[in-house]
């Protein structure tokens, strides 16, 4: 059964960082694009950034764009999101996915997604 196990979230100050992780089981996944999405209370789940199977072509929100960086290890199966001067609207439920249609040219809808962790909470607070 697949399955994509995320980690890393917690409770951070403003300024913090964090950094989340996505490690696939039972398929490997270094073959395809994979993405990370976020979610928070009362909102659409919405894309943060997307990677190419090969860690070439990379996407941002607009929101992210300049403080969080996404990185694949495909040696390890495990897909990354370093977050760096984190800020309050960044707490929401955190997902990674993964696109089995998909290799060079990743996309930021959540429909093109085919798999889904369960997520991992981030929260930033003073």
């Known amino acids: 059964q697949v399955q994509l196990i995320e980690s890393g979230g917690g409770s951070v100050q403003p300024g913090g960082s964090l950094r989340l992780s996505c490690a696939p089981s039972?398929?490997?996944?270094?073959?395809?694009?994979m993405g990370w999405f976020r979610q928070a209370p009362g909102k659409e789940r919405e894309f943060v950034a997307a990677i190419s199977w090969d860690g070439v072509t990379l996407y941002y929100s607009d929101s992210v764009k300049g403080r969080f960086t996404i990185s694949r290890d495909n040696a390890k199966n495990t897909l990354y999101l370093q977050m760096n001067s984190l800020k309050p609207e960044d707490t929401a439920i955190y997902y990674c996915?993964?696109?089995?249609?998909?290799?060079?040219?990743?996309?930021?809808?959540?429909?093109?997604?085919?798999?889904w962790g369960q997520g991992t909470q981030v929260t930033v607070s003073s």
């Open positions: 996915a993964v696109d089995f249609g998909r290799r060079y040219d990743p996309s930021r809808k959540p429909t093109d997604y085919d798999y």
């Open positions: 039972g398929r490997t996944f270094s073959r395809y694009a």
